[in-house]
């Protein structure tokens, strides 16, 4: 059984195009993440909802925007494709606690802008 | 500055040896620390976390946090091949948002 899912795994496509990522969890988590993964492997934060409710929105460009319908799920849409959006780009869920939350990744959605 | 370094590599070393990895953080705030494996085209999955100064083992693998230094690390003992992967480490100061180091990737050979 897959914990955390994100569809689809790889997206190529133009630059100035419009696409979607999605990402839902089994776990019965309440905060849901994502994050994106630079070619340097280097892993940031972009935004992080929990109950449905928006509680990190780092600085990213207004182009990227989440939606999270229910607890299950959180979807990014991204507009106006630039080359510089080519990442991977991973969801991840943990329950929310005070103190310390184990997040659990999703397998990555590959993003290749041309 | 970063407020959490770790130092890329590669590192590669022959199965067996000992592997200690780094980082370095500068906000003081920072309770709890993480270290989270990837392999290649996957994603993170945590190996171990500790709360606060001390040590921590698990198997092979002992994390230790010196919060007077800002300095963790993870020791990996008895190296084998199926530990190369990209390591990172992770802080949080409670709650929801986690801040990672940039990976260390290393190379375990046979």
Known sequence: ?114 | QKEVEQDPGPLSVPEGAIVSLNCTYSNSAFQYFMWYRQYSRKGPELLMYTYSSGNKEDGRFTAQVDKSSKYISLFIRDSQPSDSATYLCAMITGGFKTIFGAGTRLFVKA
Not at chain 1, 52 to 62: G, H
Not at chain 1, 80 to 87: I, N
Request: hydrophobic letters at 30%; glycine letters at 4%.
């Open chain 1, 1 to 114: 059984d897959t914990a955390v899912s994100q569809t689809p795994k790889y997206l190529v496509t133009q630059m100035g195009n419009d696409k979607s990522i999605k990402c839902e969890q089994n776990l019965g988590h309440d905060t849901m993440y994502w994050y994106k993964q630079d070619s340097k492997k280097f892993l940031k934060i972009m935004f992080s909802y929990n109950n449905k409710e928006l509680i990190i929105n780092e600085t990213v460009p207004n182009r990227f925007s989440p939606k999270s319908p229910d607890k299950a799920h959180l979807n990014l849409h991204i507009n106006s494709l630039e080359l510089g959006d080519s990442a991977v780009y991973f969801c991840a869920s943990s329950r929310m606690s005070r103190d310390y939350n184990e997040q659990f990744f999703g397998p990555g959605t590959r993003l290749t802008v041309l």
